[in-house]
């Protein structure tokens, strides 16, 4: 590593930022998470030993910026469990939430699969516990709650989280369906904004007392 | 090519299918569509080249097993289309078809895919044209049949072909999620059936008037 390398890794959690920025950027404009350390380092004005200095390997990369990608959502769904609203607003929030997220990091998916796949791996179990076990604890909770307040009628939660997830993420995993039905390749804000209300209102109308 | 393998190639479609079935059962133990060529032949029974000779290539083999997979699904939904029934029944039965599909070939997704992704490819427009666009319509003509019995309200027939897919598709593509909530890593047929059933219910429930 060079002296000008060194300075600029040593320049605090800057390089880091910058190196995991370029990676979001890179897989959203690919459409695929399938980035050499190379383009990344490049994107980021930075070299690929860098990567090696914040990460220790791709497959660290790729666990920080899911780590990076899912910390904001999991504290909104903190609050949003903190708070003192109806079971039916919460699942709406947390529907709309789970939306952002994907619409923000389109490839997020791609790149939790390829953590999750080697179920023995410390990415994997870092991925489970940190991230999914939350969330399916989150909404089996709002679902019971509603069940218990008689605002929803009793259904598995196991298959909810199947159903809600499935219907959050399909629209940004599919991008020649997408373009089939709206002429795009991606998913615009305004189109995300838009599915997310029907999507909300679909699931709230199929667990309604 | 030796004679041997000649003769079992002249044997008809016969080396055609069993490299087929081959493949897919590979990719449904694998949970994976990144199978070799060789690993394919030898489950055969037979050999790499006999690949080359009745698919051209590897590309070849993967379209003719996407097209073998989504020909009985696509088949079954011409005819649930031509059948007199009420437009809520057939949205039933076409989302227990499509989620029978996908625990009949859980790779499907990944397969089709693969084969989408290069939308100037022959492969995407084929799948596109044969599977995607048959699947659009019919569920188009469903819902506004449906919205004009009144027995459906008005919703975008965009969005719900993202969510109905979506919903459909998720439990099979997610081992992970799946070992997690129900303790094995595969959607056996019981636990399918039972979704369907979830399935159907809770988009019924969502688009009924």
Redesign the interface.
């Known amino acids: 590593m060079t002296e000008q390398n060194l300075a600029t890794a040593s320049a605090g959690a800057n390089g880091r930022e910058q190196l995991l920025s370029a990676a979001s950027q890179l897989m959203t404009e690919l459409g695929s998470i399938d980035v050499s350390l190379h383009q990344i380092a490049r994107r980021a004005g930075l070299t690929a030993p860098l990567v090696k200095y914040h990460f220790g390997s791709k497959d660290g990369l790729l666990l920080a910026l899911a780590e990076r990608d899912t910390k904001k959502s999991l504290e909104q769904l903190e609050e949003l469990m903190a708070m003192d609203l109806d079971p039916a607003t919460k699942m709406r929030i947390h529907i709309h939430g789970i939306i952002r997220t994907y619409a923000r990091y389109p490839y997020l998916n791609q790149l939790l ?1 390829l953590l ?2 080697d ?1 023995e791996s410390e990415s ?1 179990r870092s991925i ?1 516990m940190g991230f ?2 939350p969330l ?1 604890e989150a909404q089996r909770k709002i679902l019971e709650d509603g069940i218990a307040s008689g605002q929803f009628r009793k ?2 939660p ?2 909810l ?3 809600v ?7 940004f ?2 991008r ?2 997408v ?4 002429g795009e390749t991606r998913v615009r804000k305004e189109l995300a904004t ?2 997310s209300a ?2 909300a ?3 709230l ?4 007392a």
């Open positions: 699969d999750l796949w179920q994997s489970r999914m076990r399916i259904v598995e196991e298959f989280y199947f159903l997830i499935g219907t959050c993420l399909y629209i995993s599919t020649v369906a373009h089939e039905l709206f838009k599915y029907f999507a209102d679909m699931i109308r199929g667990i309604s």
